[in-house]
Structures are given as structure tokens and as C-alpha cells.
């Protein structure tokens, strides 16, 4: 196991109660797991700046090592590049880089910045300093026109000087197998870690997974809808299956897993309990 890492997701506090819940679900999964880091989302279009960067700075100053999401969003390159060197100087190491959504109702594919183009700013502006995370996606991007455009897109990321990379979350684990597959063909050799997402509240998960291209099997959506009004019995079948999932991963080579906890610890929690990590 120790050359595995995990890592848990955090999404950006809004208020001071969400700060107050998310400091307290970062001690409960700090002191059980001792994850390799935490990371903490960007809003779209960079909504959530102030926010993704309070929360970074705050849980560095606890010592612990988090990584910030960062896109360029709407925003100037030299505001990203003060807020990059701002955490450098923070002694931040680790950022995750993204192209990001834009914020609704904004139109126009000239306002996009792509992932590689900011791993290369970030790479120009402070060298190796930072491990650069990017995200992929075994069931390939929804915005994609192609499984090869996809793969190209993220190789891109990595020749632009990208250290490891995180998944989208999925529950086939042949995807990701597949995937990683492909991704060596092409040349690449970064760690590519699963994303996992515990399976908590049903209409969410169907609703968002219908919307980020997440395929969820149609097995489990019968499960869980057969579970929606019987809690103690969906969170057993949630709990097992995505166990179950992350087993097979990690017998399969998977170089580690990346919680997507939702500002919860017990889910997440739970499954780490069940493989005995």
C-alpha cells in the first residue's frame, strides 16, 4: 500500500457554517485515513475564488497538504497568476488543473481555455514547483466528438507537463481499465487514479451523472430505486457496490482512489473501513 495515494475532494465552502462542517469532516477523514492530500473545487468561471482559496489556505495553515482546483474561467492571466504565486508562496505544491465550466449563461467557445494551455502558464510561471493533477475521463468527456479527440485532448494535458491525473467518477470498472489501456498505446505513463463518488442521495446522483456523462449501470439505477424509500437498505447496497468497485481497482493496478466526499466523511468513510485500508 505505500506506493498507493488517496487523496479526498472537498467542494468550496460558501458560508461560515459550510467552513465550520467542512474543517470538521476534513479532521475526521485526516485522523482516519492520513490521505496523501485534500483537494478543494473552483466554481465555474472561477465562482467560487475566494472561497476554493480561504479554504486551501486554512487547511494548509492545520498542516495539511491540499491541493486547490484552478481553471482560468473568465478570469485574466495575470489574476490566475497572482493567485497561483500567492499559493506558492503559501507553500502549496500540488494544484489540480482544469479547463472548468463557465458560468450559466455564458455562451461562446472563444471564451474557453483549455487544461494544457493552463498546465503550460502554470509550468512558465513557477517551473516545477507544483505536482499538476488533471482530470480524464474513462467514459469519455461529454463535450467530445470522438473517443480519439478525447484521448488526444488528454495527452495534450500531460506533454504540457501535467504529473497525475484524476477521473471522472464511473461504476464500470472495465472503462477505466480500457481506458488506461488506451492512454499507455499513446505514450502516456502519469498515474491516472480513479475518482470515486459514494453513492448517497439517488435523485442527485442521477440527475448530475445524467449531465457530466458518468454512466451509471443499469443494475445499480434499478437497485437504487428500488431502495428510495428504504435508507438503511440503500446505504448497505451503496456502500458494498462502490467497495466492491474499489477493490477491483486496486487488485487491478489502480495506482490509488480520489473521494469525491461532498463535504461528508461518513460515506466515503464507510468504504474505507470495508477495504480494510
Known amino acids: 500500500m505505500t506506493d498507493r495515494h488517496f487523496s479526498f475532494e472537498f467542494s468550496a465552502p460558501r458560508t461560515e457554517a459550510a467552513t465550520a462542517k467542512l474543517l470538521d469532516v476534513h479532521e475526521r477523514l485526516k485522523k482516519e485515513t492520513n490521505p496523501s492530500f485534500f483537494s478543494v473545487t473552483y466554481g465555474a468561471g472561477g465562482s467560487t475564488r475566494d ?23 473568465t478570469d485574466t492571466e495575470e489574476k490566475i497568476e497572482g493567485l497561483i504565486l500567492e499559493y506558492q508562496r503559501a507553500g502549496i ?119 457530466c456523462g458518468a454512466e451509471i449501470p443499469r443494475w445499480i439505477r434499478q437497485y437504487l430505486h428500488s431502495y428510495e424509500n428504504d435508507p438503511e437498505s440503500l446505504k448497505t447496497f451503496a456502500t458494498e457496490t462502490v467497495s466492491d468497485l474499489c477493490r477491483r481497482l486496486l487488485d487491478g493496478g489502480a495506482p490509488g482512489l480520489h473521494f469525491y466526499t461532498l463535504n461528508q466523511s461518513l460515506p466515503s468513510l464507510r468504504i474505507w473501513r470495508n477495504l480494510g485500508l
Do not use: W
Open 93 to 211: 505544491n500540488r494544484v489540480v488543473a482544469l479547463r472548468g465550466d463557465m458560468p450559466s449563461g455564458t455562451t461562446g467557445a472563444g471564451h474557453i481555455r483549455y487544461a494544457a494551455d493552463l498546465v503550460r502558464f502554470i509550468r512558465e510561471k513557477t517551473g516545477d514547483h507544483f505536482i499538476i493533477e488533471v482530470a480524464c475521463y474513462p467514459e469519455i468527456h461529454p463535450d467530445s466528438k470522438s473517443v480519439d479527440a478525447d484521448l488526444r485532448f488528454f495527452k495534450a494535458k500531460v506533454d504540457a507537463g501535467a504529473n497525475s491525473a484524476i477521473t471522472q467518477y464511473f461504476y464500470n470498472a472495465d472503462a477505466y481499465f480500457r481506458y488506461v489501456d488506451a492512454c499507455q498505446k499513446l505514450g502516456v505513463d502519469i498515474p491516472i487514479v480513479p475518482g470515486i463518488m459514494p453513492i448517497t442521495n439517488f435523485a442527485s446522483l442521477i440527475r448530475f451523472s445524467d449531465k
Open 51 to 73: 472561497g476554493t482559496k480561504d479554504a486551501v489556505l486554512r487547511l494548509k495553515s492545520l498542516g495539511t497538504d491540499v491541493a486547490p482546483h484552478l481553471s482560468f474561467g
